[in-house]
């Protein structure tokens, strides 16, 4: 029989972005997804990453050994289904993967701390399916933490404005 078992809470905290380029992402229509939601949702992911912000140190077939600029630590970065594919040692292969927790937007790995931070990126700019997605976190968070039970999972939203508006408004 499985055994559940609780993930680490963590505080969620949204934070504004400094970086305004939002404001460039165009969708043609009502924005309710459709034949755009992968051209939007790439471009969000682009104006997004942190690789303004990273030196690479080395890079692997799968991922990348990276120190944020003005820190020593080194992470691995990785996305995705090239998580599954560097981190192939470390997986609960009994864990069968579950739709939507395979390929995450973004992930940095501490391998020494065993924490994971997994980064996942939502466009929206009015109501649709993006907004029942956010409603996810504990179920991919529970997986994640199955999937890799040696590690801390640290789940992230990058949600665009739109959210934040919603959220405030």
Request: glycine letters at 4%; aromatic letters at 10%; charged letters at 30%.
């Amino acid at each position: 029989m499985e055994q559940h078992t609780k993930p680490k809470k963590k505080k969620l905290v949204l934070v504004k972005s400094s970086r305004d380029k939002e404001t460039n992402i165009q969708n043609r229509g009502t924005g309710a997804g459709g034949s755009n939601t992968n051209k939007n949702g790439l471009s969000y992911e682009e104006i997004t990453t942190l690789d303004d912000r990273i030196t690479i140190i080395r890079k692997n077939k799968f991922s990348n050994i990276i120190k944020f600029n003005d820190n020593k630590k080194l992470f691995t970065k990785t996305k995705q289904a090239n998580l599954f594919k560097c981190m192939k040692d470390e997986i609960n292969t009994n864990i069968e993967k579950a739709h939507g927790c395979k390929n995450p937007d973004e992930c940095y790995i501490d391998k020494d701390l065993k924490n994971m931070f997994i980064i996942e990126k939502k466009f929206q700019q009015c109501s649709g399916s993006v907004c029942e997605k956010i409603q996810t976190p504990d179920f991919k968070l529970w997986q994640y933490s199955r999937t890799f039970p040696d590690y801390t999972i640290i789940y992230i939203f990058c949600l665009s404005d739109w959210f934040k508006k919603k959220l405030y408004s």
